[in-house]
């Protein structure tokens, strides 16, 4: 009997950045949050008749990010200014 050794190889990807948390406010319309995330995530959208789907990009698509969960993201600290003021557009409570 042999003793096989398994070898994992693992890449894994440092971002040095500012965690950003935010909600928008508790008393928001749901058009007003739909709206949000739209422009903030982008949107899976159809053509005519369904046939051709895209994601059309949102104002965070652009951005290089990592979501966390929910409405937490890690984002290089360049970014950070451009972010805080697309979510002061919506009254958003923000962490960073």
């Known amino acids: 009997m042999t003793n096989r050794i398994k070898v994992c190889h693992a890449i894994i990807h440092i971002m040095i950045g500012k965690f950003v948390v935010f909600r928008l406010p508790r008393k928001s319309e749901h058009g007003i949050a739909n709206k949000f995330v739209q422009k903030f995530y982008g949107q899976d959208s159809s053509g005519w008749k369904k046939r051709d789907r895209f994601h059309k990009k949102g104002f965070i698509g652009s951005i290089p990010q990592r979501k966390v969960m ?3 993201i890690v984002i290089a600290p360049e970014d950070l200014g451009g972010i805080l003021e697309f ?3 919506y009254s958003a409570e923000i962490y960073a």
């Open 70 to 72: 929910g409405e937490v």
């Open 87 to 89: 979510l002061r557009e």
